[in-house]
Each structure stands twice: as C-alpha cells, then as structure tokens.
C-alpha cells in the first residue's frame, strides 16, 4: 500500500507562521513610530509685553529655565501623526519668581497647544507664551 502524504497541510504551516512574523513586525513598527512623536526639546517664544520684544527660547524637557522673572519648565512634548496640519502639545510649568509667598506655586500648570493657544492660556500681566516646536 503507497502512502500519501498530505502536502496542504505543511503549506498552511508555512503561511501562518509567516502571517505571525509579518504581524509581529508591522506591531514593533508601529509601537517605534508612536515613540518617535515624542520629544526631548521643546521651543516656546516669549513676548514681554513692556518692550515688545520677543524671543525664541529652547527647553530641555524636565530641566527649569529660568528667563528675567519665569522660571519655566516643560516637562513633554508630543508631535502629532498627521503631516498635513501637525499639532504640537506641551505639558509646560511656569513659575513667577517675583511672587515669594509661595514658590511652590504655579501661574501656569497644564498643556500647552501650538493650533490653539487660546484652550489653555497663559495669563500672566508682563509676560506671554507660545508653544512653537517639538523635537
């Protein structure tokens, strides 16, 4: 009597075990493509409202920068995934340093949108803030 082997059964094998890999691979990718939206420095603009004159300011993410009577500090920022209208938010502290009853304090605490600053401002008598860039 001649055996027969069953040869469909090895080629379902075969492309399951190559649709897992190639699954697994398309995930790895996507778990490294929303990594890479996040930040390690982050560019704000000050204006001070009694000169009028304006400045670019670079933040390294976690660590204070202190500017005249701020002390800023932004603690992320992210990117978003869309190319065509990007959207770029920061998680930013600033402190008034002029105020010594407290520094614990915050006069601004909260994210920051670069499409819509207006969502959460920074209300501050001397000084204004925009988030400009997140790389």
């Known amino acids: 009597m001649m055996k027969i082997k069953n040869t469909k059964v090895g080629n379902y094998k075969i492309f399951f075990v190559g649709l897992i890999i190639i699954f697994s691979t398309l995930q790895n990718s996507n778990v490294q493509s929303k990594s890479s939206l996040a930040g390690d420095r982050t ?10 004159k304006n400045e670019l300011v670079n933040l390294t993410n976690g660590e204070e920068f202190i500017y005249k009577d701020l002390a800023i ?3 992320k920022c992210t990117n978003s995934e869309f190319d065509d209208n990007p959207e770029i938010k920061a998680y930013v502290q600033v402190r008034d340093l002029t105020i010594t009853d407290n520094d614990k304090v915050y006069v601004f605490n909260g994210w920051m949108f670069s499409s819509s600053p207006s969502i959460a401002p920074f209300d501050h008598p001397v000084y204004d803030i925009w988030l400009i860039n997140c790389y």
């Open 43 to 52: 560019d704000i603009k000050i204006l001070d409202k009694i000169s009028s």
């Open 73 to 75: 500090r932004s603690m």
